[in-house]
């Protein structure tokens, strides 16, 4: 087809980026709370359980009880600029915002919540990219994080007459860039504090055991980076899991155990940080740092640190740019 006389140019073809994370509520409320957790938690790849048996567990149990103790600990940790988890990866987008180029735009979204992912791919669109990265901030592969994020955005194409190309970020536990930026940041924690620990713990998010059994590589890939931290430290780590949800048995060994039977064990000193996660959040904030804190000093420890996640952290935007850059090979030259 001919274009008509005076019509106007064709944008110029763009790439975009997409830095994606779990989700928050929009307000530390109980009604932001609950609509929330009724959309993270009715999403079968988090919660592997028939929706006929689960639906009404969740409808009827959950939502009518989590929501009020849940929005009392966001209120805890909530910033003026928002949730923690959603103000940092906006944070991470912003840095990143010239870091490939003219031609590239970063931006930023969440698998549950705001800014939704088709919201941001529909922007991405009409802003003229042809070819979008879509970056899940995992280092280790969960179904119930990474494969529904990505899910996420695929079905958001399938919505498009004519879609982009899509390229996915994959899972970089135990990427060198990845190990040496938690090496740095480990280190440049541990020298700021007045107490050397006598024990570093490396607490994960946990999952349902019966997810491990049926194939998904989590638990595979938090092991494996919690064992080349520990080479690169050049002393040992502690690995535990935390954030237990509901009944059924999770990955153990339990943060918060953990941390109860360490002081009796002789570690009166530790340093705990959350590799699993590119932004703190509650999980982090509230769980471990408050928390974890309290139920440590109960059992006897006399010092305590949390050592903040990657974030927007110079080392952590460093890593970033380093995985990121590559998976736009081909799409952006290099510097
Ligand atoms: C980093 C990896 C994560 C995995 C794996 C994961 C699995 C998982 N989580 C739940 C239940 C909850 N998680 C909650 C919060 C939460 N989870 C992650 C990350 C992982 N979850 C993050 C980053 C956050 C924080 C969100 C924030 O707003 O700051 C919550 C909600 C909070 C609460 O009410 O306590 C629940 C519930 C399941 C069932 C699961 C299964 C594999
Ligand atoms: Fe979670
Ligand atoms: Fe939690």
Same mark, same amino acid.
């Given at each position: 087809?001919?274009?008509?006389?005076?019509?106007?140019?064709?944008?110029?073809?763009?790439?975009?980026?997409?830095?994606?994370?779990?989700?928050? @509520?929009?307000?530390?409320?109980?009604?932001?709370?609950?609509?929330?957790?009724?959309?993270?938690?009715?999403?079968? &790849?988090?919660? +592997?359980?028939?929706?006929?048996?689960?639906?009404?567990?969740? &409808?009827?149990?959950?939502?009518?009880?989590?929501?009020?103790?849940?929005? +009392?600990?966001?209120?805890?940790?909530?910033?003026?600029?928002?949730?923690?988890?959603?103000?940092?990866?906006?944070?991470?987008?912003?840095?990143?915002?010239?870091?490939?180029?003219?031609?590239?735009?970063?931006?930023?979204?969440?698998?549950?919540?705001?800014?939704?992912?088709?919201?941001?791919?529909?922007?991405?669109?009409?802003?003229?990219?042809?070819?979008?990265?879509?970056?899940?901030?995992y280092p280790q592969y969960c179904?119930?994080t990474t494969?529904?994020?990505?899910?996420?955005?695929?079905?958001?194409?399938?919505?498009? &007459?004519?879609?982009?190309?899509?390229?996915?970020?994959?899972p970089?536990y135990?990427? @060198?860039?990845?190990?040496?930026?938690?090496?740095?940041?480990?280190?440049?924690?541990?020298?700021?504090?007045? *107490?050397?620990?006598?024990?570093?713990?490396?607490?994960f998010?946990?999952?349902?055991?019966?997810?491990? +059994?049926?194939?998904?590589p989590y638990h595979?890939h938090c092991?494996k980076t919690?064992?080349?931290? #520990?080479?690169?430290?050049?002393?040992?780590?502690?690995?535990?899991?935390?954030?237990?949800?509901? &009944?059924?048995?999770?990955?153990? @060994?339990?943060?918060?155990?953990?941390?109860?039977?360490?002081?009796?064990?002789?570690?009166?000193?530790?340093?705990?940080?959350?590799p699993g *996660? #590119?932004?703190?959040?509650?999980?982090?904030? +509230?769980?471990?740092?408050?928390?974890?804190?309290?139920?440590?000093?109960?059992?006897?420890?006399?010092?305590?640190?949390?050592?903040?996640?990657?974030?927007?952290?110079?080392?952590?935007?460093?890593?970033?740019?380093?995985?990121?850059?590559?998976?736009?090979?081909?799409?952006?030259?290099?510097?």
């Open positions: 087809m001919m274009l008509p006389a005076g019509h106007p140019a064709i944008p110029k073809p763009q790439i975009g980026v997409l830095l994606t994370n779990l989700g928050t @509520p929009d307000g530390p409320d109980v009604k932001s709370v609950k609509r929330y957790l009724g959309e993270f938690l009715s999403d079968r &790849r988090v919660v +592997e359980i028939p929706a006929i048996a689960w639906q009404p567990i969740l &409808r009827g149990i959950i939502l009518n009880t989590r929501p009020k103790k849940s929005a +009392e600990a966001y209120g805890l940790v909530w910033r003026e600029d928002g949730s923690p988890l959603a103000a940092i990866t906006r944070l991470q987008a912003a840095a990143l915002k010239d870091a490939f180029g003219p031609g590239v735009l970063v931006d930023w979204a969440m698998r549950y919540g705001n800014p939704s992912i088709p919201d941001r791919l529909a922007a991405m669109k009409a802003a003229g990219c042809e070819r979008i990265l879509v970056a899940p901030l179904a119930a494969a529904t994020a990505n899910d996420k955005a695929f079905a958001a194409l399938a919505q498009m &007459r004519w879609h982009p190309a899509l390229r996915t970020l994959p970089y135990d990427d @060198p860039a990845y190990i040496g930026a938690l090496k740095t940041t480990i280190e440049q924690g541990l020298a700021a504090l007045d *107490f050397a620990p006598d024990t570093i713990v490396a607490s998010h946990g999952m349902p055991e019966r997810t491990l +059994e049926l194939g998904d595979c092991q919690a064992r080349l931290l #520990s080479e690169a430290l050049g002393r040992e780590v502690v690995i535990s899991f935390q954030s237990r949800f509901g &009944r059924a048995k999770w990955l153990g @060994p339990a943060t918060d155990t953990t941390l109860e039977e360490l002081p009796g064990r002789g570690v009166k000193k530790v340093a705990i940080l959350a *996660f #590119s932004a703190d959040c509650l999980e982090t904030l +509230e769980e471990l740092a408050i928390r974890g804190r309290e139920s440590f000093v109960e059992a006897g420890g006399t010092h305590f640190a949390y050592l903040p996640c990657l974030n927007d952290s110079a080392v952590g935007i460093e890593m970033l740019r380093t995985l990121l850059g590559r998976e736009l090979e081909g799409w952006v030259a290099k510097p």
